[in-house]
């Protein structure tokens, strides 16, 4: 099981945090800064797992951010690499090109898409598509919420001129 | 300017984050965004609730407390819209996790959500239960989530399945009624239900045997065949990665299938050929494929023997591991880790191959390869693997170092096949990194060299050479300066040269440098310092023509900052100034360590009584002296052990032993007097000598005192002394200081008793809780003065703490107390306190001695008291 996702640029910013597993909000500070640390320094040709606390972290850099899980000793490695290579290129699809500032302000979007993806620390939806429907459907049920809300301010502010 | 926006929107505020400068000027910016955020909590303002909780989830990423915003979060799940819900899941998952009480709040709105009309919501409700709920809500929602298994929209369906997997794993109770519902989970299409399903099948076979009992029974042959789809599907362009069809669900049953097979001869028959297929048929050049490879590998090497799916999996494992992609060959090691139990054969085919990832520039690469050619060694080939090893040990960096030696010291410990090998490779440890070296290991080196008597000069000489070069590496250091004070002699006359050494010359001043150098070099610490001090103190008396300088280096610690140095270095002064006549027993060699009782302690992670920085000279030979039990057995070992020994002739043998017995009598130096007489010298190293010291087990003491007792070992040492005799290297030698000492206590036993200065040992006191036992002891020539020696032994199954002993007497008497050997009196008799007394008689004669007692002492910190009175003295005293 994926017992947590970070996105760390490479400057040791926090972009985007997810914790299947239980952590108090201090282990979590301390595990982000003690594995940006390992993850950060490792060069550029190295594999792309790091054992951690009896645990293996999987990180793969894209641009100048760093994905990374930490998953059980037992669990798949290679796997995890194309789940992350999975989580980017659907990203990719939705920001079309994505960058890191994509990230940054639209962050809540890149957890909405995280979480029609993974689950209880699992992947939930091996397909790209079908991922990038539900994200729409869902933004789609957000406009019109809004533009209904919109119409009845406009109605508001036109009856109260 | 919309009327009803207040404050900044997201984007703006993320865009004044970004733009600060410094952390403080961002803790600023963050500061006035909260106070904002809470002012509209308070207002309770609904239009940018949320804003608000959005600003709040990117502040809390940044790592700022954002507790104040969780009840905002209910409020949002608890509205009727969309948006609004959806920000507030995320938020409730983001802010807060299942210990929070605050969670529990959120039980009936998301009991509502699963309910919903609208699927969206409900697929909402199922995500924030899947990632964050308890064990409670799980027990509470339960049943919703197995209802929604069988939902009609599909999405809901997968979503619901890995709920399951964390109600169940929260709540394993639960298990038994997902099993039905998963299994027809298994037979959709729908690959995100697939693999869910697959996924909740294999968790619920983790936690539940009937669950597992059951899929193998009824799923294992449909699994097999969808597996086999999947394997020959055409292309499949919404599920292809790198040609492959749904490489995801590929590896979801092939695990799945792993624990069916797991110890099921027919399940595992099933699916050979399946697995056989994958494992031809997959490419294996980009990632994606090698994951199922490695999956399947995992699967044929766990399920039941197949022997030619294990030579394909090893085969594939081999490619593998010459691969140059880091991340294949960290996979393959990973899994070779697994095989070796399966195969050991297979994998030490690839050893050259694994040794060379040892020195890998990657340090994941390096550690489990080095994981894994730990557990390839075996007796036969521990020398060239610990050659390979140690090799890499000079290559690797500093981190790496630490883990390395460890192991290094573990394998040559655990195969070594003799011990001059033992020596070798523990040396160039040492003298590699030595200062990664924990104290146990060197502490084992010197027991193993003090065992090995023909050793010791080769050993030492060695050392010296590695000292010559590598000063900087600690532990080596401190090896080097014990055995040069013990064997210094072998390293200066050239003893015991072994055929394959190269002849060294090495004066007797070249030895004492050496030491000089260990005390005086900048790093050295305070236990090397205070061990060179006792070995120069050793070479002393080896090295007469040094003694001036060593005596002048012993001197230049006399005004050391370091109490412990201070202390040796005028103590050891005194000893050569004043006690010439005791020195050269003081300062014998050491008594072969006891090998049983040094790894017993290891085992009982006891402190090594040599790792302690204080380690004092009477404390070296205390700490590992042998059982008390057998003092007189153990000697007589020693003498044939040591037989062969090129230079212990008989004479200097038998010293050794009254050396051994000695210094522990004397070594306070401030108090021990010179002996007057043999008699008494030999009797107080039998009183002394084998009454042990505090640490020793139980029986202890009381034996000695006793007349037969003390008769017994006075006929043993007779025997002993005419059995040196008889062998021929005594005869050969037979040198003064034997015959001195025997010739002192010449007489037989009969006459020691006239002498009398032996009482049977007394039972002062005894309670149902507690036991005092005096031993009696008259010192010769002063017949007013009793010694008495004190044994406490504790009748309790308690341990007694704060163990203190007082005693009173009478105006005729005078009494005084020596320091007890500890404070803490273990149960059941496990061992004793002893304390010395002298009691000193003026009506000598007239009056007998007589004296009150009270002992104090506490049980699970509760304090006791006893007292009475001891009248039962022997009436002469």
């Not at chain 2, 090698?290 to 490619?319: K, P, W």
């Not at chain 2, 140690?390 to 394998?411: H, P, R």
């Not at chain 2, 037989?748 to 006239?754: A, D, F, N, R």
């Given at each position: 099981m994926?017992?947590?996702v970070?996105l ?8 985007l ?6 952590y ?7 595990v982000?800064?003690e594995l940006g640390?390992?993850i950060?320094?490792?060069g ?8 951690w ?9 894209y641009?100048?951010?760093?994905f990374?899980m ?5 669990d798949n ?23 890191e500032?994509d ?7 890149a957890y909405?898409?995280?979480?029609e993806?993974l689950?209880a620390?699992?992947?939930q ?15 789609s049920?957000v ?9 009845i301010?406009?109605i ?6 | 300017m ?8 997201l ?8 733009s600060?400068?410094?952390a ?6 963050v ?37 104040f ?10 509205s ?12 409730l998952?983001?802010?807060l ?24 919501i409900?697929?909402l ?11 409670e ?5 339960a ?33 038994e ?14 690959h ?14 983790k ?7 059951y899929f ?9 065949k969808?597996?086999k ?26 695990k ?12 595992s ?10 494992a031809t048929?997959?490419?294996?050049n ?12 995992g ?5 039941e ?5 294990r030579?394909?999996?090893i ?12 991340n294949?060959r960290?996979?393959?090691l990973?899994?070779?880790m ?13 050893r050259?191959?694994?040794?060379e ?14 994981d ?7 007796e036969?080939n521990?020398?060239?693997?610990t050659?390979e090893?140690?090799?890499s ?7 790496f170092?630490?883990?390395l ?11 070594s ?25 060197w ?11 023909d050793?010791h ?15 900087e590496?600690?532990?080596?250091v ?5 055995c040069?004070g ?9 003893v ?7 002849p ?7 030895a004492?440098?050496?030491?000089e150098?260990?005390?005086?070099r900048?790093?050295?610490d305070?236990t090397t ?14 090295f ?7 005596k ?7 005004r050391?900052?370091v ?5 040796r270095?005028?103590?050891f002064?005194?000893i ?10 003081l ?14 302690r ?6 090594t ?10 404390n ?5 002296a042998?059982?008390?039990a057998?003092p007189?057995?153990?000697l ?8 062969p ?6 004479g ?8 051994v ?18 008699t008494d010298v030999?009797?107080?190293?039998l009183?002394i ?15 000695l005192s006793?007349?037969q007792?003390?008769?017994t070992?006075l006929v043993?040492?007779?025997g ?9 290297n005594?005869?050969s030698a037979?040198p ?6 025997l ?6 036993p009969?006459?020691?008793?006239e002498?009398g ?6 039972v ?16 010769p ?27 009173a007497?009478?105006k ?18 496990n ?10 008689n003026?009506?000598?004669g007239?009056?007998s001695?007589?004296m ?6 506490k049980?699970?910190s509760?304090?006791?008291?006893e ?11």
């Amino acid at each position: 099981m994926i017992h947590f996702v970070l996105l760390i640029s490479r400057q040791g910013k926090v972009r985007l945090t997810k914790w299947y597993s239980p952590y108090s909000q201090k282990e979590r500070t301390k595990v982000i800064r003690e594995l940006g640390g390992v993850i950060l320094n490792r060069g550029p040709k190295l594999c792309n797992f790091v054992d951690w606390r009896g645990f293996k972290v999987v990180y793969k850099r894209y641009a100048s951010l760093y994905f990374c899980m930490c998953i059980d000793q037992d669990d798949n490695e290679l796997e995890v690499l194309e789940i992350i290579h999975h989580y980017v290129e659907i990203l990719d699809r939705y920001f079309g090109s994505v960058c890191e500032l994509d990230l940054i302000f639209n962050f809540h979007k890149a957890y909405y898409i995280l979480d029609e993806l993974l689950l209880a620390g699992e992947l939930q939806e091996s397909s790209k598509k079908t991922v990038a429907r539900l994200i729409a459907a869902q933004d789609s049920l957000v406009e019109t919420a809004k533009e209904q809300a919109s119409s009845i301010s406009n109605i508001i502010a036109q009856a109260t001129k | 300017m919309n009327p009803f926006s207040s404050g900044t929107r997201l984007r703006d505020m993320i865009r004044a984050i970004r733009s600060c400068k410094t952390a403080a000027e961002e803790r600023a910016v963050v500061r006035k965004e909260c106070a904002a955020i809470r002012a509209a909590i308070s207002e309770n303002d609904q239009d940018y609730r949320h804003r608000n909780l959005a600003k709040l989830m990117f502040i809390h990423m940044l790592g700022y407390p954002t507790h104040f915003g969780q009840m905002e979060c209910l409020k949002l799940i608890a509205s009727s819209g969309f948006p609004e819900k959806r920000i507030g899941y995320l938020g409730l998952m983001l802010l807060l996790d299942e210990r929070q009480e605050v969670l529990m709040l959120v039980t009936n709105s998301l009991k509502q959500d699963l309910n919903h009309s609208n699927q969206y919501i409900i697929g909402l409700a199922l995500c924030a239960l899947g990632n964050i709920c308890s064990a409670e809500m799980a027990r509470d929602l339960a049943p919703e989530v197995e209802r929604l298994l069988q939902f009609r929209d599909p999405n809901i369906r997968k979503k619901a399945a890995l709920c399951s997997i964390r109600i169940i794993k929260k709540v394993p109770d639960l298990a038994e009624n997902f099993i039905n519902p998963a299994a027809s989970l298994l037979r959709e299409k729908h690959h995100g239900v697939l693999i869910t399903g697959v996924q909740l099948c294999t968790d619920l076979c983790k936690v539940s045997s009937e669950a597992l009992e059951y899929f193998r029974e009824k799923c294992t042959e449909g699994l097999v065949k969808t597996l086999k789809d999947m394997a020959n599907s055409p292309y499949a362009p919404e599920y292809d990665i790198a040609g492959i069809t749904d490489p995801f669900l590929h590896i979801r049953l092939l695990k799945l299938l792993r624990i069916l097979g797991q110890g099921d001869a027919d399940a595992s028959d099933c699916m050979n050929d399946i697995l056989a297929q994958v494992a031809t048929k997959i490419e294996s050049n980009k990632n994606a494929g090698n994951a199922i490879l490695y999956e399947c590998v995992g699967t044929i090497m766990s399920i039941e023997d197949n022997g030619g799916l294990r030579v394909l999996a090893i085969n594939i494992l081999g490619r593998f591991l010459s691969n140059r992609d880091n991340n294949i060959r960290y996979v393959a090691l990973n899994m070779l880790m697994k095989a070796i139990t399966v195969d050991a054969q297979a994998v030490q085919r690839h050893r050259a191959t694994i040794l060379e990832c040892v020195k890998d520039s990657d340090a994941s690469i390096r550690k489990k390869a080095l994981d894994l050619v730990y557990l390839l060694v075996n007796e036969s080939n521990v020398k060239p693997l610990t050659k390979e090893l140690i090799e890499s040990l000079e290559a690797s960096d500093q981190e790496f170092k630490g883990v390395l030696t460890a192991k290094i010291c573990s394998l040559v410990e655990k195969f070594s096949p003799e011990k001059i090998w033992y020596i070798d490779q523990m040396l160039k440890v040492l003298s590699e990194a030595g200062n990664f070296v924990k104290d146990e290991v060197w502490h084992a080196l010197i027991v193993v060299i003090s065992n090995a008597s023909d050793l010791h000069g080769y050993s030492v000489r060695a050392l010296y050479r590695a000292f010559q070069t590598s000063t900087e590496q600690e532990t080596l250091v401190r090896v080097a300066v014990w055995c040069i004070g013990e064997y210094g002699d072998m390293l200066v006359n050239n003893v015991g040269m072994l055929d394959i050494e190269e002849p060294i010359t090495v004066t007797e001043s070249d030895a004492v440098d050496a030491l000089e150098v260990s005390i005086k070099r900048l790093n050295s610490d305070l236990t090397t310092k205070a061990m060179a001090l006792i070995a120069l103190l050793k070479l002393s008396s080896r090295f007469p023509s040094c003694s001036e300088r060593i005596k002048d280096i012993i001197l230049q610690n006399k005004r050391s900052f370091v109490l412990e140095l201070q202390q040796r270095s005028i103590e050891f002064n005194c000893i050569l100034q004043k006690h010439q006549n005791i020195r050269s027993a003081l300062v014998e060699r050491m008594p072969v360590l006891d090998e049983a009782t040094f790894s017993g302690r290891r085992a009982g992670s006891l402190p090594t009584s040599v790792s302690t920085s204080t380690g004092t000279a009477r404390n070296l030979p205390n700490g590992i002296a042998k059982p008390a039990a057998a003092p007189v057995a153990d000697l007589l070992d020693l003498s044939s052990d040591d037989a062969p020994a090129p230079n212990s002739s008989g004479g200097d043998f038998l010293q050794d032993l009254l050396g051994v017995d000695l210094s522990p009598a004397s070594a306070p130096p401030g108090t021990s007097q010179p002996p007057k007489a043999g008699t008494d010298v030999l009797l107080d190293l039998l009183s002394i000598g084998t009454s042990p010291p505090a640490q020793s087990s139980s029986s202890a003491s009381n034996i000695l005192s006793s007349i037969q007792d003390d008769k017994t070992s006075l006929v043993n040492l007779n025997g002993l002394a005419s059995l040196t005799s008889l062998s021929p290297n005594a005869t050969s030698a037979s040198p003064a200081p034997m015959m001195d000492l025997l010739d002192g206590f010449g007489p037989s036993p009969q006459k020691k008793e006239e002498n009398g200065p032996a009482y049977p040992s007394l039972v002062a006191y005894e309670s149902s809780t507690l036991r005092m036992t005096f031993n009696i002891s008259k010192q010769p020539g002063n017949p007013q003065t009793t010694l008495i020696q004190a044994i406490f032994t504790n009748l309790s199954p308690n341990v007694y703490n704060d163990f203190l002993f007082q005693a009173a007497v009478p105006k005729f008497l005078q009494l005084h107390l020596d320091p007890a050997s500890s404070n803490t009196l273990p149960a059941s008799g496990n061992g004793s306190i002893i304390q010395s007394m002298k009691v000193t008689n003026s009506q000598h004669g007239k009056k007998s001695l007589v004296m009150r007692i009270r002992i104090a002492y506490k049980i699970n910190s509760k304090d006791v008291l006893e007292e009475g009175q001891v009248s039962n003295f022997p009436r002469d005293l």
